[in-house]
């Protein structure tokens, strides 16, 4: 539902998203599982039990069209709408890039970028502090994963991206429509992409031409890696997976961003105690890869933000065989949808749950839960569970570092409305004061 918030007597601000809360009441009225549409029509689900009754039978779903909305932007081959060996051989070779290791080499890269988005904010001034992040994880991802060059051009791909990102950010029937009618927005999604194709296969045959030299970015992977059958991926097959990994990785990440700084800016005390771990542990400088661990309160603040306002606030599969939830038969042709949104807000599992308390997560707390993976799920879960949670997460809590460490903000009273189909975001942007910058 629409809210005002502001910081005017530290009122306790959780937002919550329309449409979810219109289906948690049906949910809450005829029971977990909710048929909308017939046998091939939608099966909405609610709950831990829901919830890993999907993720044990991954085996009997489908992404390819689930996930088909996706299509006109991450392409026909991108492992989100891929299935069976075609989606473990494309994940297998991203992975490497995406293992705990690996992005610890990524931390340099994010607090480096937090702090020129922090250095452009002017003290007295007010800003969007979504559009700022969001153009900041933009590029840190594009740097992290993809190497300088392309990441020079991360404004000019964000521009080709959001035309295509607009036409899939509606129900998947929406963009069908789209493309049947070759409305003008399919059009512009259409030339925007061949922009998009351009820049990107032209790093393509940059890092062919480099071969192992190329550095240790996603792209040299892509490019050089082979499966166990000494196959590598097409130039097609790394086109889609480099714009996933662009598209998926910026959209999600920096609305939860926007959410964690709206949350820590409507709380001082989380805010204060995250400056004073900040403080302890790093300082002033940057965090590095190994002061992480001793950051626990900030990945709290993550978890909580993860908790409330998961940027997916619905994930998809499509049935293909006969599947039981919850003493439900649910025939081939459906599509489950889950919520991460509805599960996490739910009083049977969260102690007041509508209220953003940080603590819950931490182990010495009297709060503390450890919440299982189908209660839990900002991420997913299954075999498609997201490659990019580890990156995710290390980004949040090392650009939220030099958030709470550089600046004072304040929110101005403002509408921040929820919205989003592909991640929940702030609909008309998160305004914030600038009072100083260290
Ligand atoms: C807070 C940030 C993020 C959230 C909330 C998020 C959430 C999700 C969710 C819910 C899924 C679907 C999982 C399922 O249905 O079981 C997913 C898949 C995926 N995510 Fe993320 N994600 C985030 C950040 C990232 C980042 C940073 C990247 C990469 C740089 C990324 C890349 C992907 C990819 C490639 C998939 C598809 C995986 C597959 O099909 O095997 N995500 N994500």
Redesign the pocket.
């Known amino acids: 539902m629409a809210q005002w918030a502001g910081t005017k007597g530290n009122r306790v601000s959780v937002l919550s998203y329309r449409p979810a809360e219109v289906l948690g009441r049906c949910h809450d009225r005829f029971g977990p599982v909710l048929r909308v549409g017939g046998r091939r029509g939608f099966v909405y689900v609610r709950g831990e039990a829901a919830n890993a009754a999907v993720?044990a039978a991954s085996d009997r779903f489908r992404?390819e069209e689930a996930?088909a909305g996706l299509v006109p932007v991450d392409g026909p081959t991108?492992?989100?709408?891929?299935d069976g060996a075609e989606?473990r051989r494309?994940?297998r070779l991203?992975q490497p890039a995406?293992h705990h290791r690996q992005v610890a080499h990524y931390v340099q890269i994010m607090a480096a970028t937090a702090d020129e988005a922090i250095d452009g904010l002017r003290p007295g001034t007010d800003a969007d502090a979504y559009a700022v992040f969001r153009a900041a994880i933009r590029r840190s991802?594009i740097h992290a994963?993809f190497g300088p060059e392309l990441a020079a051009d991360a404004d000019v791909l964000g521009r080709s991206l959001q035309p295509l990102l607009d036409l899939v950010d509606g129900l998947p029937a929406a963009t069908q429509w789209h493309r049947r009618l070759r409305t003008p927005a399919w059009q512009r999604a259409g030339r925007a992409r061949a922009m998009l194709d351009r820049r990107i296969r032209a790093e393509i045959t940059r890092a062919r031409l480099l071969g192992p030299r190329a550095g240790d970015h996603v792209l040299a992977t892509l490019v050089n890696g082979r499966d166990d059958d000494g196959d590598g991926l097409t130039d097609r097959e790394i086109r889609d997976?480099v714009v996933?990994?662009?598209a998926?990785?910026?959209e999600?990440?920096s609305?939860?961003m926007a959410w964690a700084i709206y949350s820590l800016a409507t709380e001082p005390h989380v805010w204060a105690t995250a400056r004073a771990e900040v403080r302890d542990a790093v300082g002033d400088r940057p965090p590095g890869p190994g002061d992480l661990r001793a950051l626990p309160y900030l990945a709290a603040v993550v978890n909580e933000t993860?908790r409330l306002y998961?940027?997916?606030v619905v994930?998809?599969?499509h049935v293909a065989q006969d599947f039981e939830v919850e003493g439900h038969l649910i025939r081939p042709g459906a599509t489950l949808l889950?919520s991460?949104y509805l599960t996490h807000r739910m009083p049977e599992y969260w102690d007041r749950p509508l209220e953003f308390r940080p603590q819950r997560w931490l182990p010495g707390s009297a709060e503390y839960t450890k919440p299982g993976p189908a209660r839990y799920?900002?991420?997913?879960?299954?075999?498609?569970?997201?490659?990019?949670?580890t990156?995710?997460?290390t980004?949040?809590i090392v650009m939220l570092a030099r958030v709470v460490a550089r600046l004072d903000l304040t929110l101005p009273a403002q509408r921040i409305r929820p919205t989003g189909f592909a991640?929940m975001r702030p609909r008309e942007g998160l305004r914030v004061h600038v009072t100083a910058r260290r």
Not at 78 to 82: A, Q, Y
Not at 377 to 389: D, K, Q, T
Request: glycine share 10%; proline share 9%.
């Open positions: 993720f992404w996930f991108s492992m989100i709408v891929s989606h494309r994940r991203v995406m991802t994963l997976q996933t990994l662009i998926a990785g910026y999600t990440t609305s939860a993860l998961p940027p997916a994930t998809a599969r889950l991460p799920l900002p991420f997913g879960g299954g075999p498609h569970r997201c490659i990019g949670a990156m995710a997460t980004e949040l991640a």
